[in-house]
């Protein structure tokens, strides 16, 4: 085999490395030690990464004919590129590059400087064997289509739509619910600035509902993802309505004449009725409501059809015939925008919801605020009449709590904040907050806080431990009992009120976990999707061609909601433009003479990139979906998975190194003997 | 033809349960074929010869041994340092000559632990004075030498230099048979041998590939010993959680256990590219564990791996069955004194 031209580079990253390994001597060192395994060159500098430090690479590559580089730097998630560019730029197959972490292993772990250098010698030896064997890759090239996929029509996926809709891109917006506007259209007022919150709503949904570039497809899921960025096939199934879309003119009539009435469990939180026909509300886009075959009578037993005798329309736009239709697209890149559920308080027995009439969840409480919900606005107790004279809302409810969710839902301050100055406003009642800490970051946020505080209103810190109404005291007959330790005094206090809200925790979608898989990306313990780097790609994840954005992928109020919509929008516009996009070449692929087809690796790849082929009987690998995890490749017992730049000759011979530097020093492979005379006998 | 013509055979037995020899009998009528090709040189299960009719050949005088069995004691080691002299080819021959084999498992524990089971404490046993081997004893006659029982059982190819390997436990007749013959013709009509080091009589990937039952998607949530089910007739026993070697040990077997239900051994050792079989099979096994989370039961998910792995019975027995000698680790840890009692 020929020797290889090895330079090896070591960067100070200012003090970071060179505080703690000795810079100079390991350079000196990798010329001479490394001499013999082909490294011509070894050079240490304040900031490789620096357009001076890439200099020195491109030139030595060029001068010094280098066929290979090994640079000890910073950890490669932050580097690789900038060095792989490096080498591209001075005609060197990036991949022929490779990055010791000198930083993140070494110098950040490490405080003797002597052993510390030993163990960044012992990783360069590494480098260098394991080098030598790499391959010059090319990157895989695929065509972007240009529709995009965005599910979910909550505030953060109709802004996501609306972003590339308005730019000229074709739009698939998938919504399971009658109508888009997911949580925001059941909110008041909007904290910190209080403008109604459908009023700053419907504009943008109106603008979705007849927008040339989006096809709105309500009702709606999806059912199957096929394929990687760029060409994602994907199956819609778009429920039957039972209401023909080109009839209907929303009139509304068949909602009303619907003999069958129900508790509205999603819209109206649990407070108000519908029908089995029925759209959410008023304004909800589309128009044209749906038949919940479950509760309708028609479809449970066989006579009604109210809504079809009373339709004005001709042709009647009632359709019991309908039925589902299977869609197939193919969609360059997806937004995920799913949202959230609301923490289901029954959960905590002990804060009395579902128990005590006069506890609510707080959607519960924005319906009650909502001029077009169940009392047009009023403020009132469960019977329907009475006002609360006094009101405690818990912060915090199933949130920063171990035996619910360990974080913090981000939002239910203001929102509780939100609530007390409505309550005040709208009854004058006397308003307690029960908080553990006041959390109120952002733009105006704390003013608002500042605001409320004004307002009269009380705060007791302090986790409730319990609502109860059995009174023990004078004063507490009819009242609920908040028992709560107030921290500021040490003391325990039992404050009796009328109404009661619980300030409920954001939680993923129950199903966050199952779409997850469908899509191919991860959650993160509690189920919210996870981003590709959480400071710096926030709303890309693992899967190229799949974004995050809203309470999906994590608790935020409605501003951070949009942002990341119009962020998410922005990285699809970005590859759209490029028509596009060069994949990551580094992945794995089954060998198929050694495949027995024994599918151990079948279920493994978490970006469902492993197919199998049922005709030749072995495991297939789309190059495409791979992202190079090598979860396949240590688990196929025949080694048939190979994973390019991590093949077993290049981790042994990366081991190898690492050894022969770790034992002794010289920089020669150590042969250890199979057993050794002790063993034997 | 002229008897000394013909090419010399020898069939030698070290550390091995005869397995070997029977299959290699079993190869039927063709039996006579062989004697028709060869002159048999040395095989002690059939015919009369002693080591000194070795001792005496000249060196290389052998064209083809097959030497079966591990490397248990010091003899075993000897006759096959004389065999590799006296012998052109030599084939490591089953499994305990290609990785140890069942002998290989007492690699778990200690020389001395396993005399002190076989001669101490065997229930069966009648040793009232605790006699236990020795190598030297002081016979009328004068002194006599036995061999020394090594601590570590060894593979033929960890001992000598070895030209071929034919796996199994035992090789399968037909596959004996195909390797006989073709090295007639290799020394008759000098048609090519495969290249050194290459191990014949057997396939390249692993039984999956031979086993008809229908391969599915895997995702095991207990393990099942074979008298805990009664396997479906159809499907991968694996996936019904049944412990299989098939999908990390060599074919030529044709699929012979699994095709009865009974999961495969592993006895033909790990396919092409793979060099510890046990290591391959666990970090696959590991792979398709059941980690639905949260479980119906409401165990936490640690609880749930531990239960399903408390359901695998000898793991080190059953992933290394065949294969300790040459896997990474090839023995125990020595014990700082016997670990038994
Ligand atoms: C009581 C309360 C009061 C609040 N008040 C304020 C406030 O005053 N100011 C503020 O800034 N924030 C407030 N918030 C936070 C605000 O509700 C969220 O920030 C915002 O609604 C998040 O929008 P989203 O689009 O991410 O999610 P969502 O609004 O949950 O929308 C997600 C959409 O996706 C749909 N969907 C889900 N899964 C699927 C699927 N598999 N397929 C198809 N469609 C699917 C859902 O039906 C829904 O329409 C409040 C929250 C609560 C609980
Ligand atoms: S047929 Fe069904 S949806 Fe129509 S009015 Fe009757 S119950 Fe309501
Ligand atoms: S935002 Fe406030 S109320 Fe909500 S979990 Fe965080 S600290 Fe508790
Ligand atoms: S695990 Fe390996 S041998 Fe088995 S099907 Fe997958 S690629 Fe083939
Ligand atoms: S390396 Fe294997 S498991 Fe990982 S992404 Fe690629 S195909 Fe999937
Ligand atoms: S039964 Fe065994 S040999 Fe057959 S496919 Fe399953 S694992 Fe492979």
Known sequence: ?681 | MNQNSKPKLAMYWASSCGGCEISTLNIGENILAVDELFEIAFFPCIADFKVKDVEGYPDGYIDVCLFNGAIRNSDNQEMAELLRRKSKVLVAFGACAHQGSIPALSNLTSRAATLETVYLDNPTLDNPQGILPNTQYEADEGLLELPTFFNTVRSLGQVVPVDYTIPGCPPEPHQIWTVLQAVAAALLQGAELPPAGSIIGAGTVAVCKECTREKEEKQIGRYYRPFEIVPDPERCLLSQGIICMGAATRSGCGALCPQVGIGCRGCYGPPDGVDDQGAAMISALASVMDTTYPTDNGNSLEQQIDTLIDTLADPAGTFYRFSLANAVLGRARQPASPVHK
């Open chain 1, 1 to 681: 085999m020929k020797q290889e031209r090895i330079g090896v580079y070591v960067c100070h990253c200012g003090s970071n490395i060179a505080g703690t390994v000795d810079v100079g001597q390991l350079s000196s060192w990798a010329a001479d030690a490394l001499e013999k395994r082909g490294v011509v060159v070894a050079r240490d500098y304040k900031f490789m990464c620096s357009s001076l430090g890439q200099e020195l690479i491109k030139s030595d590559i060029v001068e010094l004919s280098l066929t290979r580089v090994v640079v000890a730097a910073c950890s490669p998630h932050l580097h690789e590129k900038t060095f792989r560019t490096a080498c591209q730029q001075a005609g060197l197959n990036p991949y022929l590059m490779e990055m010791v972490s000198l930083r993140e292993h070494v110098a950040w772990v490490h405080s003797d400087k002597a052993l510390a250098t030993q163990k960044a010698k012992a990783l360069i030896s590494g480098a260098v064997e394991r080098v030598a064997l790499h391959e010059p890759l090319d990157p895989i090239s695929v065509p972007i289509e240009a529709t995009t996929l965005v599910v979910g029509a909550g505030i953060s996926g109709i802004q996501a739509a609306l972003e590339i809709a308005d730019a000229g891109q074709k739009v698939v917006l998938v919504e399971r619910e009658p109508s888009i506007g997911g949580h925001m259209a059941q909110l008041d007022k909007t904290f910190p600035t209080l403008d109604c919150s459908a009023c700053i709503l419907t504009p943008k949904m109106v603008t979705v509902g007849s927008h040339p570039n989006i096809n709105l497809l309500t009702w709606s899921e999806v059912e199957a993802v096929d394929g990687f960025v760029g060409q994602f096939t994907v199956t819609i199934r778009k429920k039957a309505r039972y209401v023909r879309e080109d009839v209907c003119t929303g009139c509304g009539i068949c909602m009303e004449k619907c003999p069958s009435k129900l508790i509205d469990q999603v819209y109206e939180a649990g407070l108000g009725y519908r029908s089995a026909i029925y759209r959410p509300f008023p304004q909800a886009i589309p128009k044209y409501p749906v038949i919940d075959k479950a509760n309708c009578i028609y479809f449970q037993r066989g006579k009604c059809k109210a809504c079809q005798l009373f339709c004005p329309t001709t042709p009647n736009a009632i359709d019991f015939e309908q039925e589902d239709q299977i869609l197939q697209l193919t969609v360059g890149n997806i937004i995920l925008a799913t949202g959230y559920d609301l923490f289901d308080a029954r959960r905590i027995p002990q804060y009395g919801y579902g128990r005590l009439a006069n506890v609510f969840s707080s959607l519960e409480f924005e319906r009650l605020c909502n001029a077009a919900g169940p009392t047009e606005g009023k403020i009132l107790l469960r019977d329907g009449v009475s006002q609360p004279e006094s009101v405690g809302i818990i912060h915090c409810v199933g949130s920063r709590d171990r035996n619910y969710n360990n974080y913090c839902s981000a939002i239910c301050c203001m929102q509780s904040l939100k609530f007390a100055h409505l309550v005040k406003e709208r009854t004058g009642a006397k308003v307690t907050n029960f908080y553990i800490d006041i959390r109120t970051p952002y733009k105006d946020y704390d003013e608002f806080y500042q605001h409320v505080l004004q307002e009269k209103v009380e705060f007791v810190r302090g986790r409730v431990a319990e609502v109860t109404d059995a009174a023990r005291r004078p004063g507490e007959e009819g009242k609920l009992i908040i028992q709560v330790e107030d921290t500021f005094i040490g003391k325990q206090r039992r404050i009796p009120v009328d109404m009661v809200i619980l300030s409920a925790g954001i939680e993923p979608r129950h199903d966050s976990k199952e779409v997850s898989r469908k899509f191919g990306i991860s959650c993160n313990g509690s189920g919210f999707f996870t981003e590709l780097h959480p400071k710096l790609d926030p709303v890309a994840t693992m899967s190229k061609g799949i974004f995050i954005a809203g309470c999906a992928q994590g608790p935020k109020d409605i501003p951070a909601s949009v942002v990341q919509g119009a962020a998410a929008a922005a990285r699809v516009l970005g590859t759209i433009q490029q028509k596009s996009l060069d994949l990551e070449p580094v992945l794995a692929q089954v060998i198929d003479q050694k495949c027995s087809g024994c599918r151990i690796c079948s279920n493994l790849c978490p970006f469902n990139a492993i197919g199998f082929d049922l005709e030749r009987q072995i495991s297939t690998i789309n190059p495409a979906l791979c992202q190079g995890c090598g979860t396949c490749v240590s688990a196929c017992p025949s080694h048939a998975i190979s994973g390019t730049q991590f093949s077993t000759e290049q981790i042994l011979a990366q081991l190898h190194g690492l050894l022969a530097e770790s034992f002794n020093g010289n920089g020669a492979r150590t042969q250890s003997p199979a057993f050794s005379q002790a063993e034997l006998v």
